[in-house]
């Protein structure tokens, strides 16, 4: 077996025995502190913060656990409170679930750029929605599902569903919420489970107080990573707490644009979680930031970040470096 088998084989050997409970099921997450996920109808402008208009969100499920599980998504309908109107409310989304083989293993749904066949596996629920006042700031739910609809992966923790939702026409933003839960009407815990995404696109808080944070696992072959976020309106600054890093900046983009860096990843961050920490600036408030970011390893390959932080939060050793004097 390949190291890098051997050290996913770890990773999720130590996610089945995590007592994640409640912070693992919503999509964001409760650690993430991340107010929505976004994405803006087909015809909308990059420039509001959603590169290419289709999000792509997976879930996994133990082996071990039997009962039906439900997939609930707030506020999927595009008008009302939540979401963000360009003109007049013109937009339909559609979510789908898909499960089965090629639902996460087919490289194309783990790509950043989404070309090829991203909408793979078998399609086992979708639903298109409109402006709707019953949808607005409340719940629907896909699902019952078996948990062997999803695709056997052992290497990402179980059996693993997608949900890609996608902005079908209009140009204004949807911001909405998940849950993975074992009822129709209600949000329960999967005792187990966990969601992790290979490009996350998401509002920021309208509150210069409020610190956002992503969690990607560093696995002992990862010696390099890229980071890579569009449309940050140079809001604040993006940082990495880690083991070995005290608040290490990452490059930043302005409006409408990328920008990406390159971080060194040494021995003491093996096998730890990053906190990579959002902080807007105190001043000149950036309202309804949305912003997509996205993590590469040293050969370029796509790595998930996490409904929590594996291994917990992770802190800054300040031991490190540090050498008695002889």
Known sequence: MSTKLV????????LVLLPFGSLAQPVPAVDENIPHLVTFGGEGEQAWGD???VQIIFFSVPETFESPIFIRVYDPDTG???DEAKGEWDTVMRYSVYGGEGACSEED???SNLEGNYLSGNLLGSRTFAEHPRYDKNWYTFGPFNPTEGELLPEYGGYVFKLVIEGVEGDDGNLYKLFLTTEG???R????????YFKYKFRLHNDVNEVSHIYPYMTSEVIAIKQSNFDWDNDGFIRIISPSKNGEIVQTSGDDNWANSRHEIGDDDHNSSLDIQMIKKKSNLVKDN???IFLENQYGELMPFYSIPIGGIPEYKYSIGI????
């Open 7 to 14: 050290s996913l084989y770890l990773l999720l050997s130590f």
């Open 51 to 53: 590169d290419d208009f």
């Open 80 to 82: 009302g409170e939540v």
């Open 109 to 111: 749904a783990r790509r």
């Open 185 to 187: 009407d209600e949000n």
């Open 189 to 196: 815990p999967v005792e187990g489970a966990f969601a992790f």
């Open 290 to 292: 949305n912003v997509v």
């Open 323 to 326: 050498k008695p004097k002889k």
